[in-house]
C-alpha cells in the first residue's frame, strides 16, 4: 500500500467511526435486581393464563408474591410500593413449559447419536454408557439436561431415571435436579443389572429421605413397566407410574391394575383394547413425536390419544438426538396431526377429525403436562394461588416481529432464543436472556469431563466429525 492509499484508507476508518457515533445505540432493559420473597410485578406484557376463568389479555400484568402468583389483569392497582417492577412490553407472559419424559442423566451426551435408531440407543445409551456411569456422571448429565431445560422455558421436567445401578447413582440424580433449581418429578427407575440395582424397593428410602414433602419443588414418581409388582410398591409411598408401552397387548396383562395414576409413554402401536383400558382407567398420555419419529417407534399417535377423549402431554425423551426444547414437541405435534388429518379429507373422508389449534397445543405443552406430572394444583396456568412458574418471551425479536397472534407466535415462530425470563416457584432463573447465578464454564468442564471419560470408557471415538 503506498502513502496515498494508506492515508485514504486511514481516512476511512475515522468517517465510518463518526458515522458509527451518530447512530443511535441500541436499547438495553434495566435489570432490576429480585430479592428472595419481594413482590414482582410483570408489567403490560401480552398474558396467556391458560385458565379460561382468568382469561388472556393484549395487554396485563402478573403479581408474583413470594413463591405464589398473586394478580393477573390488566393495570393491577394495590400493589406495594417495594415491588420490583419488570417492564413485560413485547413479551408473552405465561405459564412455564411442563415436559413429562426425559432421560435426564443423560445430558452430558447430547447430540451423540444423530443418526440412530431405537436398536442403536438401546445398544449404546442404555447398553454400553450406562453401564459405565458412574454416580458422578449421573448427577453431571442431570444438572446439564436441567439447565438446559431452564434456559428454554421448561420450569417442570418428569426425569425419568433408569440410571438406578446403585443407591448411589440414585442419590446423584437427584443431587443434580436440586442443584438446577427446576421443578421436577424424580421418577425412580431400574438400571444396569446387578447387585446394587435396588429397584423397586429403594423408592421407600428415597420417599423417607428426599421426598417426605409434597410441598417441594422435587417430587417423586416410579418409572417402570407393566408390571403390577412395582406399581404396588410405588403405590405404597404413594408415588405415580410412568411407564415405556408401544403395544403388543402388554398392557392387558396389566389392565385391572390399571388407574388414574398412570401415564403411558409412546403409546404408538397400541391395540384398540389398550387404548380403551388407559381411557376407562382414567390414565394419561405422553408423547416424544420427534423421536418416535426420528427412531422408529411408529406414527406419533396424537390423533388416537385424542379420539380416545385423551388430552396428550409432551415430552423430549433423549437428548442424544432431538433438542430439549418444548418449541420443537409443540410444531411436531401441530404439523403432523393436521397433515394426518387433511390427507383423510383428501381421500374422501367424511367427518374427519377436527384440526388442532395453535392453543390446544400449547395446552399440551404447559396444564396437561402439569396434569400428568400430577401437579396441576400447583402449576401449569397463571392462576392465583398457584406457584409462580412463568415465562417471558421475547415478541421484538426478528424471527417473530411483529406479534400478530400469540398462540401462533409460542407455537410457530419461536425457540429458545425468544425466552427472556423464567420464575420456578417466584425465584427468578433467567433473565434477559441469561442464567442466573449459573457458572456456565464449571458446567462445561463437568459435562466434558463427564462425557470424556463415559467416552474412554465405552470405547467410542472421540472424533466430533463423525
Request: glycine share 10%; proline share 5%.
Amino acid at each position: 500500500m503506498n502513502r496515498r492509499d494508506f492515508l485514504m484508507a486511514g481516512a476511512g476508518v475515522v468517517t465510518s467511526r463518526a458515522v458509527l457515533a451518530q447512530q443511535p445505540r441500541r436499547t438495553v432493559r434495566p435489570v432490576p435486581r429480585v430479592v428472595p420473597s419481594q413482590r414482582v410485578l410483570l408489567k403490560g406484557g401480552t398474558v396467556l393464563s391458560l385458565d379460561p376463568k382468568v382469561g388472556d389479555f393484549d395487554t396485563a400484568d402478573v403479581l408474583i408474591d413470594g413463591s405464589k402468583i398473586a394478580a393477573v389483569g390488566p393495570n393491577l392497582k394495590d400493589v406495594s410500593s417495594g415491588a420490583v417492577v419488570i417492564d413485560a412490553t413485547h413479551c408473552i407472559v405465561m405459564p412455564g413449559f411442563v415436559d413429562t419424559h426425559r432421560h435426564m442423566w443423560e445430558g452430558q451426551l447430547r447430540g451423540i447419536l444423530p443418526d440412530g435408531r431405537l436398536s442403536d440407543y438401546t445398544r449404546d445409551i442404555t447398553g454400553a454408557a450406562r453401564a459405565v456411569f458412574r454416580p458422578e456422571d449421573a448427577r453431571a448429565g442431570d444438572l446439564v439436561s436441567a439447565l438446559g431445560a431452564i434456559n428454554a422455558g421448561v420450569t417442570t421436567v418428569l426425569d425419568w431415571s433408569h440410571i438406578g445401578n446403585s443407591p448411589e447413582h440414585t442419590d446423584a440424580a437427584i443431587a443434580g435436579l436440586r442443584e438446577s433449581g427446576l421443578r421436577a418429578v424424580y421418577a425412580f427407575g431400574g438400571g444396569t443389572a446387578g447387585p446394587r440395582n435396588q429397584f423397586p424397593q429403594d423408592i421407600r428410602r428415597l420417599r423417607t429421605k428426599h421426598f417426605s414433602s409434597n410441598d417441594q419443588l422435587l417430587t417423586l414418581a416410579m418409572a417402570t413397566g407393566a408390571d403390577a409388582s412395582s406399581w404396588a410398591v410405588a403405590r405404597e409411598v404413594g408415588a405415580p407410574i410412568t411407564l415405556h408401552v408401544n403395544g403388543a397387548g402388554s398392557l392387558m396383562a396389566v389392565a385391572s391394575a390399571m388407574r388414574s395414576d398412570c401415564t403411558y409413554i409412546h403409546c404408538n402401536l397400541l391395540t384398540e383394547a389398550e387404548w380403551r383400558l388407559i381411557a376407562s382407567s382414567g390414565g394419561h398420555v405422553s408423547i416424544a413425536g420427534p423421536i418416535e419419529m426420528e427412531m422408529g417407534h411408529g406414527v406419533p399417535p396424537f390423533q388416537q390419544a385424542i379420539d380416545h377423549g385423551i388430552r396428550p402431554s409432551l415430552s423430549v425423551d433423549v437428548e442424544t438426538e432431538m433438542p430439549g426444547d418444548l418449541f420443537t414437541q409443540m410444531r411436531t405435534a401441530f404439523t403432523l396431526q393436521r397433515m394426518q388429518v387433511m390427507a383423510r379429507e383428501r381421500a374422501g373422508e367424511k367427518n374427519a377429525p377436527k384440526l388442532l389449534t395453535v392453543k390446544e397445543v400449547v395446552e399440551f405443552a404447559t396444564i396437561q403436562g402439569a396434569k400428568d406430572n400430577a401437579l396441576d394444583h400447583k402449576i401449569g396456568t397463571l392462576t392465583p394461588g398457584k406457584d409462580a412458574d412463568v415465562i417471558l418471551l421475547r415478541t421484538d425479536r426478528i424471527n417473530v416481529m411483529p406479534l400478530n397472534k400469540a398462540y401462533g407466535s409460542v407455537v410457530l415462530g419461536m425457540d429458545t432464543s425468544n425466552v427472556d425470563t423464567v420464575f420456578i416457584a417466584g425465584k427468578m432463573m433467567k433473565q434477559n436472556g441469561e442464567l442466573v447465578g449459573v457458572d456456565l464454564a464449571r458446567i462445561n468442564r463437568m459435562a466434558q469431563e463427564s462425557r470424556d471419560y463415559i467416552l474412554s470408557k465405552t470405547g467410542w471415538p472421540m472424533t466430533r466429525i463423525r
